[in-house]
């Protein structure tokens, strides 16, 4: 971009801080999607979750049924 056009020092300088900046924006933008998107699907995943811990826990109990004498 800049340096590439500019041969200088200060043009790759300023080169890197710009795509530095991007970067760090792009960052921030992905993590408040990543975190919105963890809300919505967690919400609506409640009762699955709320299943699969029920199952798990009634197999470990029958589990722990089975080995008693």
């Known amino acids: 971009m800049l340096s590439g056009i500019l041969n ?8 890197i801080a710009i795509m530095l ?9 992905l993590n408040n999607k990543l ?12 009762d699955v ?3 699969i811990n029920y199952l798990i826990q009634k197999d ?3 589990t722990t049924q089975k080995e008693r004498k």
């Open 21 to 29: 900046a991007f970067i760090a924006l792009t960052n921030t933008e």
């Open 35 to 46: 975190k919105e998107l963890e809300n919505t699907y967690n919400k609506q995943f409640k």
């Open 49 to 51: 979750y709320e299943a």
């Open 8 to 15: 200088s020092d200060k043009a790759i300088d300023v080169n």
């Open 60 to 62: 470990k109990q029958e």
